[in-house]
């Protein structure tokens, strides 16, 4: 049990700091060596959130203690690696496109976490 709670702060802080990173990466200019920086940031944040992730329970469990959020969490690696590939190619649409819905699914996992009774994210937040 232990291990899990370890693994949700984890898991927490990192999707967190990814949330508030992508969100200054959004409204920032792009194409500067700033963006590139926090780029770099973001994407350590968002691969220790996915990687995380799979130190934590799925619910439900599907596959070896897997859940839905598993598979997000998976895509979300391969769009990382996508994005990156994109960018330094010069295929700025591409690097776009991934990073925003690397990001975009990011938001959505967070609200789905604290929208889902009986979620920690949720008993913490709404109680």
């Known amino acids: 049990m232990q291990r899990t709670a370890s693994m ?4 927490l802080i990192a999707a967190t700091f990814a949330i508030l990173t ?3 990466q959004l409204l920032r200019p792009k194409g500067t060596a700033r963006h590139r920086r926090t780029g770099h940031v973001w994407t350590l944040a968002m691969t220790v959130a996915c990687l995380s992730s799979f130190g934590i329970p799925g619910t439900p469990r ?13 895509w979300t690696l391969a769009c990382l690696a996508i994005s990156i ?6 295929r700025m649409a ?5 990073a925003i819905g690397a990001f975009t699914g990011l938001f959505i996992a967070g609200m789905a976490a604290l929208a889902m009774p009986g979620r920690l ?7």
Request: proline content about 3%; glycine content about 16%.
């Open 8 to 11: 949700v702060f984890v898991h």
């Open 22 to 24: 992508g969100l200054a």
């Open 62 to 74: 599907l596959i070896f203690g897997l859940g839905p959020l598993h598979v997000l969490s998976a």
């Open 85 to 90: 590939t994109a960018a330094r190619r010069g």
């Open 94 to 98: 591409l690097h776009r496109n991934f």
């Open 121 to 127: 994210l949720h008993g913490w937040l709404i109680g």
